[in-house]
Structures are given as C-alpha cells and as structure tokens.
C-alpha cells in the first residue's frame, strides 16, 4: 500500500487562474481531508469529504472547493489564484469522520502562485 | 475559538539531554490532543495521542487541564529525534469531525 498519493507535486501557476489538486486515500479509508501549509506554519484545515459530501469546512472562501469521487479519491479546486494561495497543500485520509480515527498524511502538492 | 500555540519555532539540545516542547491549548472542555512529527524528507504522521497514555519512541505527553497544556517529553534527546513536531487539537464545534486544529510547530534539533 502506497499510503496517500497526491498529484500533482509541484505546481506553479500564475494569479487569476485555476488549479486542480488530487488527493487518493490509504487503501480501506473513505474519508479525505485537506489542509494548507503555507510557510512557517502549521496544516489549516480547509474541508473534509465524506460519502461524497462535504462534512466540515475551515475559514476558507469559496474560492476553495472540493469533490470527493465514488473509489473516495478527491480533488482540490481553487479559482482566481492569488499570491497568498501559495502553500504545501496536504490530503490526509481516515476510516471514518471522527476525530478519534488516525488520519494519514500524503507528501502533498507544493503551489507557486506568481 | 480553540487554538493550539507551540511558542517555541526552534528548540537545539545535545543527544542524551532531555527534551521539552511546550503546547498550550484553548478549550473550555475536556480535549483530545494529539502530537504530530514530520522527519526530514517523510511526510507528517501521528506520534502520540493524550487518549492512548501511550510512550512512543520514548516520548510522552501528559494533559495538564489546570495549566491546559500537552507538552511533549523525552528524557534523553536522540540525534534520530531531529524532526519538525506539531501539536493538534480537534474542533469540537457540532459533530465529532476529523477537522485539526495544528500549532505552528516546534523544530527539534538535537546536536551530537
């Protein structure tokens, strides 16, 4: 099992454009999870997807959105990129919602906003 | 609103010494509390939970509710402890959500 795999792993986009992140969970989980590092910091919580929905969400605009497939991979969506989107954007996967559940961390997807 | 504060960025001790990385919580209630670690080059991954009492890698961390804080422990640092280390709090807002709440993280250099 090759954990949680994100693609793609470095991205440079420019400000004003779209950009689509992928996230596939541990093998056995149903849960996906995304979080933005930017640098210096911690992970911030951006959503959670599960059974296809979206069951929480952080302090993000709606500029961020997600989706989350029947095989329970997911996909990060952000539109009109500014320089302040750019971040290790990580997927986590868990077996389940709840806080008591391991979530397991993906290498995560470097953007560059210019 | 919950918060975690690692006030420490960076904390550099010598192998055999003992080591502490302090975090501070926010909550009103009875919390959860996790410790993350990142080694270089490896992705993040859970070190220890508050629920489990467990050590691992020698590693401990007691709840202190009276002083909220989850300060990480080890008695004798090792060069292989070298890693950035995150301290996490579940939001217990409606629903119990896997949604983290991380701490800035404390980098741990241990010198030989």
């Known amino acids: 099992d090759a954990g949680v795999t994100q693609s793609p792993t470095h991205l440079i986009k420019t400000r004003g454009q779209q950009v689509t992140l992928r996230c596939s969970p541990k093998?056995?989980?149903?849960?996906v999870s995304w979080y933005q590092q930017a640098l210096g910091q911690g992970p911030q919580f951006i959503f959670q997807y599960y059974e296809e929905e979206e069951r929480q969400r952080g302090n993000f605009p709606d500029r961020f959105s997600g989706h989350q497939f029947p095989n329970y991979s997911s996909e990060l969506n952000v539109n009109a990129l500014l320089l302040g989107d750019s971040a290790l954007y990580l997927c986590a996967s868990s077996l389940g919602t709840a806080f008591q559940e391991t979530q397991y961390f993906g290498p995560g997807t470097r953007l560059l906003v210019l | 609103a919950q918060r975690v504060t690692q006030p420490e960025k960076l904390l550099s001790v010598f192998k055999g010494a003992p080591v502490e990385l302090k975090c501070n919580y926010s909550?009103?209630?009875?919390?959860?509390l996790f410790w993350y670690v990142q080694y270089s080059r490896q992705r993040l991954q859970l070190l220890l939970r508050h629920i489990s009492r467990e050590s691992i890698k020698g590693f401990t961390a007691d709840l202190n509710k009276g002083e909220t804080s989850f300060h990480l422990k080890k008695p004798f640092a090792q060069e292989e402890d070298s890693a950035m280390y995150y301290c996490a709090l579940p939001f217990m807002g409606s629903g119990n959500t896997g949604k983290l709440i991380f701490g800035q993280g404390t980098t741990l250099q241990v010198k030989p």
């Open positions: 093998s056995g989980h149903d849960t």
């Open positions: 909550y009103s209630g009875s919390p959860e």
